[in-house]
């Protein structure tokens, strides 16, 4: 699949290991050496990772709007915050712009790229936004020795520096994942699920039972009723999650990040992109009549928000 360039790298992608579950013990008079420290810094990064994932989710916290210019023909994205399905931060600190016209050039010829060409040199095909964790290496200082030579002195790296990729992909963006299947199912967002009998599967049977018992309360019970739905759905949901990949003792992340978690977040869709023929080469001349539609995109409300919603969500039921 084609992809942009990478419009914020810095350099080569630095692995960040996550180990929650193992602290440095240190005692007096240790000898700590480079794997003390990385141990260190594992522990604490993975505890935060895995509460961000399991805890929170994914979704963009702020800003991240894309917009597109057409006198410029740029699509550019916002500065903003967001959190991806592995519980990293995704921080674009400026805006990102992208010439699609120069983009297309460089991957018109891309395994998978489906575009339309008309007999005028018009080119239509759809894309969409996404971004991406991107850890790099930064900030070189003098170091006493190299450990890759038996050189005495050199240069290296004293920092590592978490940033994004943003890349345009063509196609339509993916569907939203979610988790707690069920609690959806019991709100009416989902529908049930069913064996290859076409019967429904007993725990999506209990959600749609227990929205029927919600719905036939009587006005003054149907709270009462609806925390005791949730209560009893949600340990459901909960029995039947997973890690990505719960048996693989190679995947260490997989093991740890909720199965559902996406390693990219898709920012808007780009349908019906157009570039014509000028100058010699190619400029956008126009896209469909919503875009780029900021609605594709994944979003975390913040608890605060949450709780000043509870009232108002609750007296719907009553």
Same mark, same amino acid.
């Given at each position: ?10 350099? #080569? ?10 602290? =440095? ?9 480079? /794997? ?8 604490? %990064? ?10 929170? @989710?994914?979704?963009? =916290?702020?800003?991240? @709007? ?5 006198? +410029? ?12 399905? %592995? ?14 016209? +120069? ?10 790229? *489906?575009? *339309? ?17 991107? /850890? ?12 890759? #030579? ?25 569907? %939203?994942?979610? %988790? ?26 209990? /959600?749609?039972?227990? +929205? ?32 990505? *990949?719960? *048996? ?5 992340? @997989? ?8 390693? #990219? ?5 780009? +349908?019906?992109?157009? =570039? ?21 995109? #994944? ?20």
């Amino acid at each position: 699949m084609a992809t942009d360039t990478e419009t914020t790298s810095c350099g #080569s992608e630095v692995p960040l290991p996550n180990a929650p579950y193992v602290a =440095l013990h240190p005692h007096y008079g240790m000898l700590l050496g480079v /794997a003390d420290f990385e141990a260190e810094q594992a522990y604490h %990064r993975g505890k935060m990772r895995l509460h961000n994932a399991w805890a929170h @989710g994914w979704g963009v =916290l702020w800003g991240l @709007g894309v917009t597109l210019d057409l006198a +410029r023909g740029e699509v550019a994205v916002a500065a903003g915050l967001a959190l991806d399905g %592995r519980g990293r931060e995704l921080h674009n600190d400026v805006a990102q712009c992208l010439n699609v016209a +120069r983009w297309f050039e460089a991957h018109r010829e891309d395994a998978g790229f *489906s575009f *339309s060409e008309a007999a005028d040199g018009r080119i239509g095909f759809d894309a969409h936004v996404r971004i991406r964790h991107h /850890a790099c290496l930064s900030a070189p200082v003098p170091a006493l020795a190299d450990s890759c #030579s038996n050189e005495a002195g050199g240069t290296a790296y004293s920092r590592v520096f978490e940033t994004v990729l943003i890349e345009l992909v063509p196609g339509p963006a993916p569907a %939203r994942r979610h %988790r707690h299947h069920l609690l959806r199912v019991l709100a009416g967002l989902d529908a049930a699920t069913t064996d290859a009998d076409g019967a429904v599967l007993a725990a999506d049977q209990a /959600a749609l039972d227990a +929205r029927m018992a919600i719905v036939a309360a009587p006005a003054a019970d149907r709270i009462a009723v609806a925390a005791e739905a949730l209560q009893r759905i949600a340990v459901l949901d909960g029995l039947a999650e997973t890690p990505a *990949s719960p *048996s693989d003792p190679d995947d260490l992340d @997989g093991r740890l990040f909720p199965a559902a978690g996406p390693g #990219s977040l898709a920012l808007a869709e780009l +349908r019906g992109l157009v =570039l014509r023929p000028a100058n010699g080469g190619l400029t956008l001349d126009g896209v469909g009549p919503a875009m780029p539609d900021n609605a594709v995109r #994944s979003v975390l409300l913040p608890s605060a928000s949450l709780q000043a919603l509870a009232g108002a969500l609750l007296s719907a039921l009553v």
